[in-house]
């Protein structure tokens, strides 16, 4: 689920910065700019690893600032494919279940996605398993629950006005699965554990 993924990026230390620590004033500039922001095609940044190297600094007439060429390596959460992960339910609506894992909100198990068959409760606003003609199974909110990764999708980085007013498509979404033994709500699974 974690990577480390190498970039490079210009970065400018204004003035008042000049006489502190160079590596440390790079490191504050990266964690601000890339620290909880998705780089489409690579994943959610967390935080800066390591500097490796530093550019000789250039000043640009006209501005007031160093600018400094930078290559860097930051720890980024992108789950990989079959990865099997846990969470906790979010929300339930009759599209499926958006789950969180705590610092990342947009994880989304599609109703075709549940164990069959399931079907949703409009007025409890909850999906239900029903695993045997005598036993329904409940996806409450805030259930802990465990889903396989079936693949993550890239939006737009920054949205346009348009994007925004007709559909809020986050930058990153993981799409998940319940299908298979040992997914969905961790509940299910402990119990039977435990009666073995």
Known sequence: MFIVAALSDTVTIMPKRFGKDLRKNLADELNIKYGNRVIPGVGLCIALRAIQSVGSPKYIAGTSGMHIKVHFRVIVCRPSEHEVLNGVV???????????????????????????????????????????????????????????VRETEFGAAQPSQKQVDTEHKPPM????????????????????????
Do not use: C, M
């Open 90 to 148: 979010a929300e339930s609506n009759s599209a499926g279940i958006r789950i969180s894992l705590g610092f990342f909100h947009d994880v989304f198990v599609p109703k075709d996605e549940l164990p069959n068959p399931s079907f949703y409760d409009e007025e409890k606003e909850v999906w239900i398993w029903k695993f045997d003609d005598s036993t329904t199974l409940y996806i409450d909110q805030g259930e802990s629950v465990r889903f396989r």
């Open 173 to 196: 979404r993981v799409i998940g699965t319940f299908s298979g033994t040992g997914l969905g709500v961790i509940n299910w699974w402990q119990a039977e554990e435990e009666e073995q």
